[in-house]
């Protein structure tokens, strides 16, 4: 069964850092981006960031509202993605899920989308 | 940033109603356009994917359709479980972005 589990979400001061992890089961996590992404209570979907497989080079991409605070990185070996989090904000608070971005082709183009997700792991900001 | 503006943010509806909720990209995605489903307490689930591929298992009531920068999702003859949020999300580039979603409810 393809399957991802966060963990590592707590409650935490502003200001302090935090390591969420993702372990992946069921398919080859080395060929996959895998992508974070959060729900603030009560509000919508927000891409957090993604790394990219080694195929496409392992780079990292980030949304512009924790670049420079928020690192992606994974561990191939071991099937774990990993979301570390520094500087944390207030509005850092949300539930954070993993993903796998899937793709697939369509008219000789390939498409991206995140075919399953993990249940989350929530994270509180608060003093 | 490519910005994603979905519309309605809600809508009331009964059992066996169409629905269609629209998502109006800032530039062209090229069919690089997904819906997602959620219900409270739960991950999104995928549901198109390329602005009109129905993925594995998603009953056949839901659709996708691509008119320039305009993305639909009609939900034809609307089932008690179809009552949740529903996301709009582009792939064409990152930073990945998603519309606001929008609340399928009963009337």
């Known amino acids: 069964e393809v399957q991802l589990v966060e963990s590592g979400g707590r409650f935490v001061q502003p200001g302090r850092s935090l390591t969420l992890s993702c372990e992946v089961s069921?398919?080859?996590?080395?060929?996959?981006?895998i992508s974070w992404l959060r729900q603030a209570p009560g509000k919508g979907l927000e891409w957090v960031g993604f790394?990219?497989?080694?195929?496409?080079?392992?780079?990292?991409e980030y949304a512009p509202s924790v670049k420079g605070r928020f690192t992606i990185s994974r561990d191939d070996s071991n099937k774990i993605a990993y979301l570390h989090m520094n500087s944390l904000k207030m509005e850092d608070t949300a539930v954070y899920y993993c993903?796998?971005?899937?793709?697939?082709?369509?008219?000789?183009?390939?498409?991206?989308?995140?075919?399953?997700w993990g249940r989350g792991t929530a994270v509180t900001v608060s003093s | 940033d490519i910005q994603m503006t979905q519309s309605p943010s809600s809508v009331s509806a009964s059992v066996g109603d169409r629905v269609t909720i629209t998502c109006r990209a800032s530039?062209?995605?090229?069919?690089?356009l997904n819906w997602y489903q959620q219900k409270p307490g739960e991950a999104p689930k995928l549901l198109i994917y390329?602005?009109?591929k129905l993925q594995r298992g998603v009953p056949s009531r839901f659709s996708g359709a691509e008119s320039g920068t305009d993305f639909i999702l009609t939900i034809n003859t609307l089932q008690p479980e179809d009552f949740a949020t529903y996301f709009c999300q582009q792939s064409y580039g990152a930073p990945r972005t998603f519309g606001r979603g929008t609340r399928v409810d009963l009337k």
């Open positions: 530039e062209s995605l090229s069919g690089y």
């Open positions: 993903s796998r971005e899937e793709r697939a082709m369509v008219n000789f183009y390939y498409y991206y989308f995140m075919d399953v």
């Open positions: 790394i990219r497989s080694k195929d496409y080079g392992g780079a990292p």
């Open positions: 390329a602005a009109s």
């Open positions: 069921g398919f080859r996590f080395g060929d996959y981006t």
